[in-house]
């Protein structure tokens, strides 16, 4: 019986470790290393977004309700006292979302992706420029329905931003899973705001219950992203 010598016969590559191959292309390997990132959600790409994004819902939510609120006590509060209230609401949301954010781990965005300042400041041009068109035939309405022009243009702006957020986090390699979760929060603002002026309830606590309705889908948007 002969005895077996390490060497003899061929040779399995099927074993061997990896080997260069000069025909691989690098940018092949990152195309596809970008594809498997893709499918990575929302709270995984950027860690905490989740919660700035919970922290908006109750800032938007907290502002319809508190402009619910001074819109009955209009009459009763003074300039100065209204003026107030608005300047606190705005130094707290601000100082609360300054704080979260200045908190939150850094990411680079991609090369490709849009600016958020330049998406919502488009908004708020967009706002602006709506109010304005409407501003002459606003004053031929009485004071109801001319807030609730106001009201609508603001609420119909913020269901347009979800619609975009949702479109901007593709061009962030956030799935499509994720995304939905905007694409269907500024469907159903749109349609709320559309209901507004002709629903009687809607016409005299719309904008409250709207506030509410926000914060219960920011909640819900919140566990979505966080869990799915």
Excluded at 28 to 57: H, T
Excluded at 64 to 73: D, R
Excluded at 166 to 194: H, K, M, N, Q
Aim: proline residues 4%; without cysteine; neutral net charge.
């Amino acid at each position: 019986m002969s005895d077996a010598h390490e060497g003899d016969g061929p040779v399995d590559d099927s074993e061997a470790g990896p080997v260069d191959d000069p025909d691989v292309d690098p940018d092949e390997l990152r195309r596809q290393l970008s594809e498997i990132k893709g499918a990575m959600g929302l709270a995984e790409r950027y860690p905490g977004r989740a919660r700035l994004w919970l922290l908006a819902g109750f800032v938007v939510g907290g502002a319809a309700l508190l402009a619910q609120a001074t819109f009955f006590l209009y009459e009763r509060l003074g300039g100065a006292e209204y003026t107030a209230v608005w300047f606190g609401f705005v130094a707290v949301a601000g100082a609360a979302t300054w704080w979260m954010a200045s908190r939150l781990p850094s990411a680079t965005a991609p090369g490709t992706a849009p600016s958020w300042r330049a998406v919502f400041g488009s908004l708020a041009a967009f706002l602006v420029a709506a109010a304005g068109v409407a501003g002459e035939a606003a004053r031929q309405v009485g004071g109801l329905d001319r807030a609730l022009l106001y009201f609508g243009l603001v609420i119909a702006t913020v269901g347009l931003g979800l619609l975009l957020t949702g479109a901007v986090l593709s061009a962030y390699r956030v799935r499509r899973r994720d995304r939905l979760v905007f694409y269907a929060g500024g469907a159903w603002i749109l349609v709320y705001a559309s209901w507004l002026p002709y629903v009687q309830v809607l016409r005299w606590v719309g904008v409250g219950l709207f506030g509410i309705l926000f914060i219960v889908y920011a909640i819900g948007a919140y566990v979505y992203l966080t869990r799915a």
